[in-house]
């Protein structure tokens, strides 16, 4: 199939099944407790075969990303997978990929993209050293906390403007 027509495929998926967000994400490093948002794109739904074309379809586009298989709650559920590009470098990597097949959440993946390039461009050379090696990343602007505000404000609001545009 043609590469285009496949693309657009995922982003009629991305914008129906998926999710273009931040989350909070909470972890430990030497004995110091922190959190930090963490962008992600994912796709979660039940047919194989939908799951199948999408890891194929990005792994054709060296789009970095992890499947998970959820287990079931009830038996009388179907078998869920979540397909997530999490982290600044693979969203870095994704939202170029996708960005021209994404309609729906369009302003959403422009509004991620702002918040990756913003904290890439800052993490270079500004790394904090971390006792036991390693570093911390510099934390975040307040230009770069209101992105994070506006990603979720559009998340909770959903496509309101093309809503408008359509009617």
């Not at 047919?47 to 009830?74: G, K, M, W, Y």
Request: charge should be positive; hydrophobic fraction near 40%.
């Amino acid at each position: 199939m043609d590469e285009k027509i496949e693309l657009a495929w995922l982003g009629g998926i991305i914008d129906g099944e998926g999710s273009i967000g931040v989350f909070l994400h909470a972890q430990v490093k030497d004995g110091v407790r922190f959190t930090t948002w963490r962008p992600n794109i994912q796709i979660t739904n039940t047919h194989p075969r939908i799951i199948d074309r999408c890891c194929t379809i990005l792994t054709r586009q060296n789009v970095e990303f992890s499947a998970h298989v959820r287990s079931r709650v009830n038996d009388h559920w179907k078998q869920t997978t979540d397909i997530a590009m999490m982290g600044l470098r693979r969203c870095e990597r994704a939202i170029p990929v996708l960005r021209p097949y994404v309609y729906a959440k369009a302003r959403n993946l422009e509004l991620l993209d702002q918040l990756v390039q913003s904290r890439l461009r800052r993490m270079r050379g500004k790394r904090q050293p971390r006792l036991g090696g390693g570093s911390i990343l510099p934390p975040f602007s307040a230009e770069e906390l209101a992105l994070v505000a506006a990603i979720q404000e559009a998340n909770r609001l959903g496509p309101v403007d093309q809503a408008e545009e359509i009617v």
